[in-house]
Antibody, heavy 118, light 111 residues
Framework: EVQLLQSGGGLLQPGGSLRLSCAAS????????LNWVRQAPGKGLEWVST????????DYAASVKGRFTISRDNSKNAVYLQMNSLGAEDTAIYYC???????????WGQGTLVTVSS | QSALTQPPSASGSPGQSVTISCTGT?????????VSWYQQLPGKAPRLMIY???QRPSGVPDRFSGSKSGNTASLTVSGLQAEDEADYYC???????????FGGGTKLTVL
């Protein structure tokens, strides 16, 4: 059974930094791209970032480029999102998501809430 | 780049069919056969319902179907059931610069 277990959310002040973690199991981790998708309270879904299985490619939404960094450790079956220079607009539930191929997202973590507020 | 355009709401009675549209451009929906649809129940993570425009993952009822014409993709839910009431989102690959775009979401109400 595929599982994506997230950790690392919380409340922090504007300008702060936070690292989200996602531990994966139930599939050949290094064979699949992993993603972060977020959802602001009461709003729609927004793709944030993707990292390829072999770490050769990383993509970011324009809204987070230069502030967020995606990484993964294939020896630990884990993916991370380092978030810097956080602002109120980054307040959202962040989901760790597995790619299925065809640029689709087939398994989602439970989500972790990040709140940026003074 | 702007999100894909979906109607904010849709509705139908039990047993009826409803279609939700997702409009993009030739740089995303129209340019690739990489449209997906997701169902999100209140307080839950989204669930993949359709990928590659028309393909259903294992476990998704065949009442859900997808299609595309030009720059507009559609999700059709046939034989509506109360449990289908949820928010539905489309996505499309949008090339190496924008990667994946989401639609704004459609709230489906079963009357």
């Amino acid at each position: 059974e595929v599982q994506l277990l997230q950790s690392g959310g919380g409340l922090l002040q504007p300008g702060g930094s936070l690292r989200l973690s996602c531990a994966a199991s139930g599939f050949t981790f290094s064979s699949y791209a992993l993603n972060w998708v977020r959802q602001a309270p009461g709003k729609g879904l927004e793709w944030v970032s993707t990292i390829s299985g072999d770490l050769s490619r990383k993509d970011y939404a324009a809204s987070v480029k230069g502030r967020f960094t995606i990484s993964r450790d294939n020896s630990k079956n884990a993916v991370y999102l380092q978030m810097n220079s956080l602002g109120a607009e980054d307040t959202a539930i962040y989901y760790c998501v597995k790619s299925s191929g065809w640029y689709a997202f087939d398994y989602w973590g439970q989500g972790t809430l990040v709140t940026v507020s003074s | 780049q702007s999100a894909l355009t979906q109607p904010p709401s849709a509705s139908g009675s039990p047993g009826q069919s409803v279609t939700i549209s997702c409009t993009g451009t030739s740089s995303d929906v129209g340019g690739y056969n990489y449209v997906s649809w997701y169902q999100q129940l209140p307080g839950k993570a989204p669930r993949l319902m359709i990928y590659a425009v028309t393909q259903r993952p294992s476990g998704v009822p065949d009442r859900f179907s997808g299609s595309k014409s030009g720059n507009t993709a559609s999700l059709t839910v046939s034989g509506l059931q109360a449990e289908d009431e949820a928010d539905y989102y489309c996505t499309s690959y949008a090339g190496s610069n924008n990667f994946v775009l989401f639609g704004g979401g459609t709230k489906l109400t079963v009357l």
